[in-house]
T-cell receptor
Framework: AQSVTQPDIHITVSEGASLELRCNYS??????LFWYVQSPGQGLQLLLK??????LVQGIKGFEAEFKRSQSSFNLRKPSVHWSDAAEYFC???????????FGDGTTLTVKP | GAVVSQHPSWVICKSGTSVKIECRSL??????MFWYRQFPKQSLMLMAT?????????EQGVEKDKFLINHASLTLSTLTVTSAHPEDSSFYIC???????????????FGAGSRLTVL
């Protein structure tokens, strides 16, 4: 079975600073990888996804993520954080044949003015 | 496109009563929907997979008689919390598979969630 680890429970960055949220996965083959964002009291919104091909994927709101097979990682990055980016971020892994997605425990992002 | 509407967004009920939460796909047909429970500051816990026209598949440890799931049409799945108790208070979220095959079948669209408080 697949698993996802988000090592950082809480990250605080200053507005305008760069951001990197870490995600490590465990799966025997190349998984499908996702990043979702959740604002307080809301559902999750898809930021970006990786299925195959180019290992650097672009998403919405200026986010990008890089798939590194050798490190089993799919870290989320943003060059300049905005106050509105403060939220909970979830990394998820899916498997072929439409299996269930597995979510990490989430990273809470706080943005300082 | 691919919008999921979840209703109600919050509900308060008395202990012992039942509560129904609806999850609708507004602009696409969802043969598969998922129901999650989320505790404060925690990740999503998958409760069950809801398939249109068939019985839901429940995750281990989830009481199927307590959390009734019905997926009678391609656009609507419902979760009924029966005989609710204070420990059932939680944030319940549904999601739907956007695609039906290939990698796209793993892309999920989420409802906005339903906050249940049982007094």
């Amino acid at each position: 079975a697949q698993s996802v680890t988000q090592p950082d429970i809480h990250i605080t960055v200053s507005e305008g600073a760069s951001l990197e949220l870490r995600c490590n996965y465990s799966y025997g083959a190349t998984p499908y990888l996702f990043w979702y964002v959740q604002s307080p009291g809301q559902g999750l919104q898809l930021l970006l996804k990786y299925f195959s091909g180019d290992t650097l994927v672009q998403g919405i709101k200026g986010f990008e993520a890089e798939f590194k097979r050798s490190q089993s990682s799919f870290n989320l990055r943003k060059p300049s954080v905005h106050w509105s980016d403060a939220a909970e971020y979830f990394c998820a892994v899916g498997v072929p044949l439409g299996g269930k997605s597995t979510f990490g425990d989430g990273t809470t992002l706080t943005v300082k003015p | 496109g691919a919008v999921v509407s979840q209703h109600p967004s919050w509900v308060i009920c008395k202990s012992g009563t039942s509560v129904k939460i609806e999850c609708r796909s507004l602009d696409f047909q969802a043969t598969t929907m998922f129901w999650y429970r989320q505790f404060p500051k925690q990740s999503l816990m998958l409760m069950a997979t809801s398939n249109e026209g068939s019985k839901a598949t429940y995750e281990q440890g989830v009481e199927k008689d307590k959390f009734l799931i019905n997926h009678a049409s391609l656009t609507l799945s419902t979760l009924t919390v029966t005989s609710a108790h204070p420990e059932d208070s939680s944030f319940y979220i549904c999601s739907a598979r956007v695609g039906t095959s290939g990698p796209g079948a793993n892309v999920l669209t989420f409802g906005a969630g339903s906050r249940l408080t049982v007094l």
